[in-house]
């Protein structure tokens, strides 16, 4: 099972990825990870005790700033819904999206199962917290991604 370090201004996450239930998330999650894609970006959702959203690339650019939520990587990829890992419980990473398979760059992660449980099935989890899960509870709006390690 692969691995990531996701280091952010509140501290390191160690991610475990789910390969066997969302391939292609996990795949489109690297591949932009190693290309230094998040590097730079903010956290531009922050809802307490829901999750913590990032991934856009308009966070980086102040000029873009009202765009936040709205960016993307410029490709679309697929929801997979079908895991057995496919609930959304604190520390799970899971792809944003505006509607089925329109998934990008965005992801987020959860502060826990009391108010997520809704987007099982309908967001793709890919991945979790193994490791400093109490970095999401520090996040704060703004707070950026300095850059993801993938350990495989």
Do not use: W
Not at 15 to 28: C, G, L, S
Not at 60 to 81: N, V
């Amino acid at each position: 099972m692969s691995k990531a370090i996701i280091k952010t201004d509140k501290g390191d996450m160690t991610v475990e990825f789910f390969e066997q239930d969302a391939p292609k998330a996990v795949a489109n999650f690297k591949k932009l990870a190693n290309e230094g894609f998040y590097n730079g970006v903010s956290f531009h959702r922050v809802i307490p005790n829901f999750m913590v959203q990032t991934g856009d690339p308009n966070t980086k650019d102040p000029s873009k700033a009202h765009l936040a939520g709205t960016g993307g990587p410029g490709y679309k990829i697929d929801c997979e819904l079908d895991g057995e890992n496919q609930y959304h419980d604190r520390g799970v990473l899971s792809m944003a999206h505006a509607g089925r398979n329109t998934g990008g760059s965005q992801f987020f992660i959860c502060h826990s199962r009391e108010n997520t449980a809704h987007l099982d099935r309908n967001h793709t989890v890919f991945g979790k917290v193994v490791e400093n899960v109490d970095v999401v509870d520090d996040v704060r709006q703004g707070d950026k991604i300095n850059s993801i390690e993938i350990i495989d």
